[in-house]
């Protein structure tokens, strides 16, 4: 009988999800497994004959929990987080067992009609003019190939969708030595050429120099190549260094080219009215984008996408074959056309749930609270003579290194990094910020305290004396 199986084993799952986030700070944030180790454990067939539940989750136990990094352990400070939060998993769930396909409206109107709102509610939170609209996509690189796609038809009046590239001049796109590796795949998968893409040089803040921007620019005009679109970041995966985003407007203005903004990261920052003057200029752009899925305690996946003008968006994607056709077409979003994929999971349910429980003044107030923990850490760095701040801090990632009299500093610096990597206590990454090797620290943790970073710290400390 349907629903005897959840209540049978719902509550040794509820459990479970109980005890791992209460005691995940025990468990090691990282596997220590080799490869192919899990593949060899799982049986090479498909079993023929059902299996119980409770033999299946006691394998998820054994073989496959071993064999996981935990992204929400306090001591996961590597990439950026993927955040999720109580009622983000509670929304999941019931999401899942409603199991709903919301590609258009009528296929579930209330889902379309919430991720609307909540796309307002977002728009209004970070700054963004009500001129703009908003869509979820699965995630910042999908929206990067919407942003290009849009751009790329509204040039040409939409007429690479029909006859292909053929004929045409080469077009050529900008973003920052700093930019995310999502530009340079969507300008492969868009059909530009990775060669017409400009990586534009960066100032001593790591943000895209807006002389060397137009000069390029100009430069490609006279070579009777065509400037399309620009990309800016709020917010560089490196260092989230913040591009001049007021300036870079001015000139795609200028230029007649479309302006889109990454701040995958760092959007969620936005949500602080005291940060929004970071992001002076973000109103002039064409497409906008950034993570709830990253630092709003929102389960991955979810990216919102706020377009100026959503007619060339729909007009880019749209393609309705009469099964698809409905009455309601045209009073309702039907939010297929917005995006590359037909099906849709209903992802606005999670956001509603985590705006509601911890309201936006709960939300802000988590955000401000690990903007004070990296000062903190900033200000301990600064203060150990043997560290040294790589970046300027524009948020909670700190960027730094080692450095000792007579040694290498990269070599140290990567040296200390593997070893602490290794004690499985805390997990790191790096970047390289002008060719020099740094170890970045995000203090993005849904639940991380002072504490929590102080430990860390402390262990930092103590493996840097032994190298
Ligand atoms: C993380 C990140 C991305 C990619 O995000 P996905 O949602 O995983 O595609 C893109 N741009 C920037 C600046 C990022 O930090």
Redesign the pocket.
């Known amino acids: 009988m349907r629903g005897a199986f959840i209540e049978k084993h719902g509550a040794q799952v509820l459990r479970w999800m109980e005890n791992y986030l209460k005691e995940i700070s025990e468990l090691p944030v990282t596997p220590n497994v080799s490869p192919g180790e899990i593949f060899n454990k799982i049986p090479d067939k498909a079993p023929e004959k059902p299996i119980p539940f409770e033999s299946i989750f006691k394998d998820f136990e054994d073989f496959i929990l071993p064999g996981m990094t935990h992204w929400q352990h306090p001591g996961y400070y590597g990439?950026?987080p993927a955040n999720n939060s109580d009622p983000s998993i509670l929304a999941e769930m019931v999401t899942a067992t409603m199991g709903a396909q919301c590609m258009l409206w009528v296929t579930s109107p209330a889902a379309t009609e919430l991720e609307e709102k909540m796309m307002n509610w977002l728009q209004d939170g970070i700054g963004l003019p009500d001129s703009f609209s908003g869509v979820i996509q699965d995630?910042?690189?999908?929206a990067?190939i919407c942003a290009l796609l849009t751009a790329r038809e509204k040039a040409t009046d939409f007429k690479i969708n029909e006859e292909g590239f053929y004929g045409q001049r080469p077009f050529t796109i900008y973003c920052s030595e700093e930019?995310?590796s999502?530009v340079d795949k969507a300008v492969k998968i868009a059909g530009f050429g990775s060669k017409y893409l400009r990586k534009i040089a960066v100032d001593e803040h790591l943000a895209m120099i807006p002389e060397a921007l137009e000069a390029a620019i100009k430069n490609d005009k006279e070579n009777g190549l065509v400037p399309l679109c620009v990309i800016a970041?709020f917010?560089?995966?490196g260092t989230t260094a913040i591009d001049p985003l007021l300036d870079i407007g001015h000139i795609a203005e200028h230029h007649r080219i479309w302006y889109h903004i990454?701040?995958?990261?760092l959007g969620t920052m936005l949500l602080l009215p005291e940060k929004q003057h970071l992001a002076k200029g973000f109103k002039k752009a064409d497409s906008f984008l950034f993570?709830p899925?990253?630092w709003m305690f929102t389960n991955f996946?979810c990216?919102a996408y706020f377009v100026k003008d959503p007619q060339s968006l729909v007009h880019t994607f749209a393609a309705t074959p009469e099964y698809l056709r409905t009455e309601a077409d045209n009073q309702v979003h039907n939010y297929r056309d917005w995006g590359i994929q037909l099906g849709r999971r209903f992802r606005a349910l999670k956001l509603w749930f985590v705006i509601g429980s911890y309201g936006m003044e709960g939300i802000r107030s988590r955000l401000r609270e690990h903007l004070s923990i990296a000062e903190w850490l900033l200000k301990e760095i600064n203060n150990e003579p043997d560290f040294e701040v790589m970046a300027p801090l524009t948020s909670n990632l700190v960027c730094f290194r080692l450095t000792k009299p007579g040694q290498n500093p990269d070599t140290i610096t990567e040296q200390l990094m593997k070893n602490l990597n290794r004690t499985r206590k805390i997990f790191l990454t790096h970047t390289r910020i002008r060719n020099k090797f740094a170890i970045r620290m995000v203090c993005g943790q849904t639940h991380i305290t002072l504490e929590d970073v102080q430990r860390s710290w402390q262990l930092i400390r103590e493996e840097a004396t032994k190298i």
């Open positions: 990439y950026f995630t910042a690189s999908t990067t930019a995310h999502s970041t917010g560089t995966t990454d701040a995958a990261y993570n899925h990253k996946d990216t």
